[in-house]
């Protein structure tokens, strides 16, 4: 069995919110492997868990840029916060996106090899920004508009950007969509296309929850509740995570007693499209471990 070290507890804390033991608990069930412990205690404590999939894991920042019916929106990444509020390193972000919405570029190296102005690239304005900081720093990804309808775009400070594109008279309802999608995170426009990864991951840990409960009725010395119940009750959770996570089915966050459809429907407005980046989303923070740090260079020290 993998040992389970102090720097894996704190960093499933750090992800979880979940009391320490719980977290050490939980990485010996699943012996050291980090992402099955979180879905251990995603059954064990339920929403106290959920804060992991929104955990910030990098520093850097979202840019958007839209003229007309082109935008872009673009997520740049530093080694830390204090370069993401750098004014040279902000101005990097924002001709990037503009170079994305004005050239089209397919990859994120054809937008680096593209011209930034002073006779440079914008792969020669990054690199001598970093001789000058110190710091690394990428363009990590970007995702360009071009419609016939509009486009809105929201920034939560610098570090959740969205861009919507829409059909409809009210330009605010674009910004709302826009703001909602930023607060409330959704992965997919309907329920139909949430992928199919997510939903069987949902269904995983909903038949791991039945799966403790029924253990816990017989130790109990209870019936376990027959498979037809079981079935529907993991489908009811599967058809929750669905509602939760599908832009058209979440309650509007301006008005709560509205689905976003039923907004959308209210102000004749169609959601085209969207997309949503978070800073650091999906990226692994590097943990150290200073106790074995320290070990290590005693060590080195006595040798």
């Given at each position: 069995m993998a040992a389970i070290t102090a720097a894996m507890v704190g960093e499933l804390r750090a992800k979880t919110d979940a009391p320490m033991m719980e977290c050490k608990k939980a990485l010996t069930e699943a012996e050291g492997d980090l992402a099955r412990a979180e879905e251990i205690l995603r059954v064990k404590l339920g929403g106290k868990a959920?804060?992991?999939?929104?955990?910030?894991?990098?520093?850097?920042?979202?840019?958007?840029?839209?003229?007309?019916?082109v935008g872009a929106l673009v997520e740049v990444n530093s080694e830390t916060d204090f370069v993401a509020k750098n004014d040279d390193f902000l101005a990097l972000s924002?001709?990037?996106?503009?170079?994305v919405a004005e050239h089209n570029p397919a990859t994120v190296e054809a937008l680096l090899?593209?011209?930034?102005?002073?006779?440079?690239?914008?792969?020669?304005?990054?690199?001598a920004l970093i001789g000058k900081i110190g710091e690394n720093m990428t363009i990590r990804r970007f995702q360009r508009f071009e419609t016939t309808g509009k486009l809105a775009s929201y920034l939560h400070g610098t570090r959740i950007g969205v861009i919507v594109e829409f059909e409809g008279a009210d330009e605010q309802v674009g910004k709302d969509v826009a703001m909602h999608i930023a607060a409330m995170k959704p992965v997919s426009l309907s329920a139909d296309q949430v992928p199919a990864e997510l939903?069987?991951?949902?269904?995983?840990?909903?038949?791991?929850?039945a799966d403790e409960d029924a253990a816990a009725a017989i130790a109990a010395g209870k019936p376990a509740q027959p498979a037809d119940i079981v079935a529907k009750r993991l489908e009811g959770?599967?058809?929750?995570?669905?509602?939760?996570?599908?832009?058209?089915?979440?309650?509007?966050?301006?008005n709560d007693k509205q689905s976003i459809e039923q907004m959308l429907?209210?102000?004749?407005?169609?959601?085209?499209?969207?997309?949503?980046?978070?800073?650091?989303?999906?990226?692994?923070?590097?943990?150290d471990d200073f106790a074995a740090e320290v070990a290590a260079q005693m060590a080195a020290n006595k040798a």
């Open positions: 959920s804060k992991a999939s929104a955990r910030i894991t990098a520093e850097g920042v979202v840019a958007t840029y839209i003229a007309g019916g924002n001709t990037a996106a503009k170079l090899a593209l011209p930034a102005g002073n006779g440079q690239t914008l792969d020669e304005v990054r690199s939903i069987e991951k949902e269904r995983s840990v909903a038949k791991l929850k959770s599967v058809q929750k995570y669905l509602k939760e996570v599908s832009l058209l089915n979440q309650a509007f966050v301006k429907k209210e102000k004749s407005t169609t959601i085209k499209a969207f997309t949503m980046y978070v800073v650091g989303e999906g990226i692994e923070k590097k943990v």
